[in-house]
T-cell receptor
Framework: QKEVEQDPGPLSVPEGAIVSLNCTYSNSAFQYFMWYRQYSRKGPELLMYTYSSGNKEDGRFTAQVDKSSKYISLFIRDSQPSDSATYLC???????????FGTGTRLLVSP | DAGITQSPRYKITETGRQVTLMCHQTWSHSYMFWYRQDLGHGLRLIYYSAAADITDKGEVPDGYVVSRSKTENFPLTLESATRSQTSVYFCGTTEGNEQFFGPGTRLTVL
C-alpha cells in the first residue's frame, strides 16, 4: 500500500462546476500538506500549503486537512478551462526535502 | 529570470550508456533535488542536496549519481542506463516550505 493514495482520474467537469480533489494517507506523522498543479509537459507548481488540520482558502481554491481521518481535499470553485491540469497532493513530516507525492488527478474542465 | 533550467529537454539513449542530466538555478537557494515521474508512481525523490558538496539519497537512488560542486548546479548521472530509467526527470530547489520545479527532461532508454 502506498503512503499517499490519489485517484488518477481523469475527472471531467463543465465550466463553472465545483471540483473536489482528494488524497488519503497512512503516515500519521505527516504534518505539512501541499497541493501542486502541473500543466502538460511542465513542472509542478505549488498551489496551496497547509500545516496540520484545518482549512485554508485562496481565491477560488480551498484546501482542507482532516488528520483524524488521514484525508485531505482541494476544492475549486467556479472552475475554468484554464484549471485543466494534473493536481498532485504532497505531504511531509517536517523535512521539506522529502515530500511524498500522490500520483496526481487529471482534471478536465470543458467550456 | 529563468529560475531553473534543465538540459537536455529530451534525450534518447541506449541501454548501458552513461547519461548526464543538467540542472541549473539562477537563484542561490541552498537546497536542490531530483525527482522522477512515472505513470502510476507519481513523483519519487532520487537525490537531494542541502548545499554544495552535501548530497543525500532519496527514495529511489539506485543507478544514479549526483554531484554538487557549485551551489547553482546539480547534475544527475545515470552511470549505465537501463530501460527502467525511462522517465521524466525534474530537478528544482527548495526555499522555505516551497519547492520550485524545472521544466523536466524526458529520457527514453532503448
Amino acid at each position: 500500500q502506498k503512503e499517499v493514495e490519489q485517484d488518477p482520474g481523469p475527472l471531467s467537469v463543465p465550466e463553472g462546476a465545483i471540483v473536489s480533489l482528494n488524497c488519503t494517507y497512512s503516515n500519521s506523522a505527516f504534518q505539512y500538506f501541499m497541493w501542486y498543479r502541473q500543466y502538460s509537459r511542465k513542472g509542478p507548481e505549488l498551489l496551496m500549503y497547509t500545516y496540520s488540520s484545518g482549512n485554508k482558502e485562496d481565491g477560488r481554491f480551498t484546501a482542507q486537512v482532516d488528520k483524524s481521518s488521514k484525508y485531505i481535499s482541494l476544492f475549486i470553485r467556479d472552475s475554468q478551462p484554464s484549471d485543466s491540469a494534473t493536481y498532485l497532493c504532497a505531504m511531509s513530516e517536517g523535512d521539506f526535502q522529502k515530500l511524498v507525492f500522490g500520483t496526481g488527478t487529471r482534471l478536465l474542465v470543458s467550456p | 529570470d529563468a529560475g531553473i533550467t534543465q538540459s537536455p529537454r529530451y534525450k534518447i539513449t541506449e541501454t548501458g550508456r552513461q547519461v548526464t542530466l543538467m540542472c541549473h538555478q539562477t537563484w542561490s537557494h541552498s537546497y536542490m533535488f531530483w525527482y522522477r515521474q512515472d505513470l502510476g508512481h507519481g513523483l519519487r525523490l532520487i537525490y537531494y542536496s542541502a548545499a554544495a558538496d552535501i548530497t543525500d539519497k532519496g527514495e529511489v537512488p539506485d543507478g544514479y549519481v549526483v554531484s554538487r560542486s557549485k551551489t547553482e548546479n546539480f547534475p544527475l548521472t545515470l552511470e549505465s542506463a537501463t530501460r527502467s530509467q525511462t522517465s521524466v526527470y525534474f530537478c528544482g530547489t527548495t526555499e522555505g516550505n516551497e519547492q520550485f520545479f524545472g521544466p523536466g527532461t524526458r529520457l527514453t532508454v532503448l
